[in-house]
């Protein structure tokens, strides 16, 4: 522990107001840790990541930003307001770009967005898989992807999904190895085998 440590300095974490933390203490409460969200009232705070997330995201990000047809950004680790009381920050998103040229922008809504993407890590496990799907249906995000390091050879696997309108849930549409072929939110054919992030670099 240094002496200019946050124990050190006299740091409380925040406590929560009766009925949890709103989007706009999300944004207005002082010293936050970055890549902090807000889930059902409560604050989350994101632990540090491995290679595996960090290079998988770099790699969606560039594969997608080749192929998004005009009108669409791609972008990561932003805020995404889905009500008052949650706003996620999936690792990899595509939204509309009509507010592409704000350089202050710091949010978005799930009405500007077309795909969300979560690279699971093993201490965010249970929201990425069972937590975050349900909120990014319940606020109809018309799709969402779940990335996973394959457990045997270590290479990635991304499941995807699309919303069926009548339920709010997301379908899985298809288990993806070792290239995203797809047609749908638009035509793209992107390399991801374990080779392929591997050459990732930022």
């Given at each position: 522990m240094t002496a200019d440590s946050p124990q050190d300095a006299g740091y409380r974490w925040p406590v929560p107001p009766p009925g949890g933390w709103t989007v706009e203490d999300l944004f207005t409460?002082?010293?936050?840790?970055?890549h902090t969200e807000l889930l059902d009232g409560s604050l989350i705070f994101v632990s540090p990541q491995?290679?595996?997330?960090?290079?998988?995201?770099?790699?969606l990000v560039k594969g997608l930003s080749a192929h998004a047809p005009a009108g669409l950004v791609v972008e990561r680790e932003m805020t995404v307001v889905l009500d008052p009381e949650n706003a996620p920050e999936p690792d990899v998103l595509v939204a509309s770009d009509e507010t592409e040229d704000d350089m202050n922008q710091v949010r978005y809504t799930a009405a500007d967005?077309?795909?969300?993407?979560?690279?699971?890590?093993?201490?965010?496990?249970?929201?990425d898989t069972r937590y975050k799907p349900v909120k990014y249906a319940e606020a109809g995000i018309p799709h969402f992807w779940l990335?996973?390091?394959?457990?045997?050879d270590l290479h990635p696997v991304v499941r995807t999904y699309e919303l069926d309108p009548?339920?709010?849930?997301?379908?899985?549409?298809?288990?993806?190895?070792?290239?995203l072929k797809?047609?749908?939110?638009f035509d793209m054919d992107i390399d991801i085998t374990g080779e392929a992030l591997r050459k990732v670099r930022r």
């Open positions: 409460l002082p010293d936050l840790p970055p491995r290679r595996f997330h960090l290079r998988m995201i770099d790699l967005l077309t795909l969300v993407i979560e690279v699971v890590s093993p201490e965010s496990r249970r929201r990335v996973e390091q394959n457990p045997n009548l339920t709010n849930t997301y379908s899985l549409t298809g288990i993806h190895h070792e290239r797809l047609s749908s939110p």
